[in-house]
């Protein structure tokens, strides 16, 4: 089963408007990551927050830890259309030998209406 | 640089075939991965490798191999294609660890009859 999900599924907002979506997951982290995609293409790198942080800010995106809730949510603020795109947390995880890996959720689906 | 290319983009296969799809990064990466991505289900990792010589197999093993014989190339190889292998496969790599940003491939979109 996969590490993490997001909530919600799939979320349609004015633009200007803010919009947040959040992830839930299983097991400890390390580090937890967030990542969107534009439709058809490969996913693009936007923030990663460390398990000693709880809130971490990077121009119009904000991300927030709760490692007792093993949870995250992501903060968009003033929406533009080119913010549509899915977007998915990713968690690192230690397997059974010993490797790191990474894991992702099952994706937010946002939607910029004009 | 050229970044992560996949090669093919698109693939028809009948079930039962084989087939190998191509990773390379020009990036001197160690870390390379392999996720599948269907509709409602984001993205699954297949396997991953942290260096030349060195794989591990992630969440949905089943059904494919990997091998790292040089830092650049990490091929998925099908061994008999199955319906539920259809997908969007997506290639990554990393500097160095998972938690480094990883850069990602321009996907082959695979469909087996």
């Known amino acids: 089963s996969q590490q993490g999900e997001e909530d919600p599924q799939a979320l349609s907002i004015q633009e200007g408007e803010n919009a947040t979506m959040n992830c839930s997951y299983k097991?400890?982290?390390?580090?937890l990551q967030w990542y969107r995609q534009n439709s058809g293409r490969g996913l693009v790198h936007l923030i990663l927050i460390r398990s000693n942080e709880r809130e971490k800010h990077s121009g119009r995106l904000r991300v927030t830890l709760d490692t007792s809730k093993k949870s995250s949510s992501l903060l968009i603020t003033a929406s533009r259309a080119a913010d549509t795109a899915s977007y998915f947390c990713a968690t690192d995880a230690v397997s059974n030998f010993g490797n790191e890996k990474l894991t992702f959720g099952t994706g937010t689906r946002l939607t910029i209406i004009p | 640089n050229a970044g992560v290319t996949q090669t093919p983009k698109f693939q028809v296969l009948k079930t039962g075939q084989s087939m190998t799809l191509q990773c390379a990064q020009d990036?001197?990466?160690?870390?390379m991965s392999w996720y599948r991505q269907d509709p409602g289900m984001g993205l699954r990792l297949i396997h991953y490798s942290v260096g030349a010589g060195i794989t591990d197999q992630g969440e949905v093993p089943n059904g494919y191999n990997v091998s790292r014989s040089t830092t650049e190339d990490f091929p998925l190889r099908l061994l008999s294609a199955a319906p539920s292998q259809t997908s969007v496969y997506f290639c990554?790599?990393?500097?160095?660890?998972?938690?480094?940003?990883?850069?990602f491939g321009p996907g082959t979109r695979l469909t087996v009859l």
């Open positions: 097991t400890s982290i390390n580090n």
């Open positions: 990036m001197n990466h160690e870390y």
């Open positions: 990554a790599s990393s500097l160095d660890r998972p938690q480094d940003t990883q850069y």
